[in-house]
Nanobody, 115 residues
Framework: QVQLVESGGGLVQAGGSLRLSCAAS????????MGWYRQAPGKQRELVAL???????NYANSVKGRFTISRDNAKNTVYLQMNSLKPEDRGVYYC?????????WGQGTQVTVSS
């Protein structure tokens, strides 16, 4: 079983940056995929970015060129560097992990972007 804990959310002005972190409860697990999803008010949860153990990445078109996902396999930690933030980036960001054909989710961290 995998437990995920996010940190780094907060309030930022449009054009600013935030760095989100998510750490798994154990570092000795070979987690295949880690990533981030987000959910804005009144919207469905959507993919932001994914990264494999081999550092292959996948980004939503809306964040390409602005967000960068990375991971530390030794720590089973995933990061999301968010630059040039826009008001439409607001929402609750959820850490995701895929392990043994199961999906795991963090509790979420809120990101607010003011204009």
């Amino acid at each position: 079983q995998v437990q995920l804990v996010e940190s780094g959310g907060g309030l930022v002005q449009a054009g600013g940056s935030l760095r989100l972190s998510c750490a798994a409860s154990r570092s000795d697990l070979s987690i295949s995929v880690m990533g981030w999803y987000r959910q804005a008010p009144g919207k469905q949860r959507e993919l932001v970015a994914l990264i494999t153990r081999g550092s292959s990445t996948n980004y939503a078109n809306s964040v390409k060129g602005r967000f960068t996902i990375s991971r530390d396999n030794a720590k089973n930690t995933v990061y999301l560097q968010m630059n040039s933030l826009k008001p439409e980036d607001r929402g609750v960001y959820y850490c995701y992990a895929g392990y043994e054909n199961r999906n795991y989710w963090g509790q979420g961290t809120q990101v607010t972007v003011s204009s």
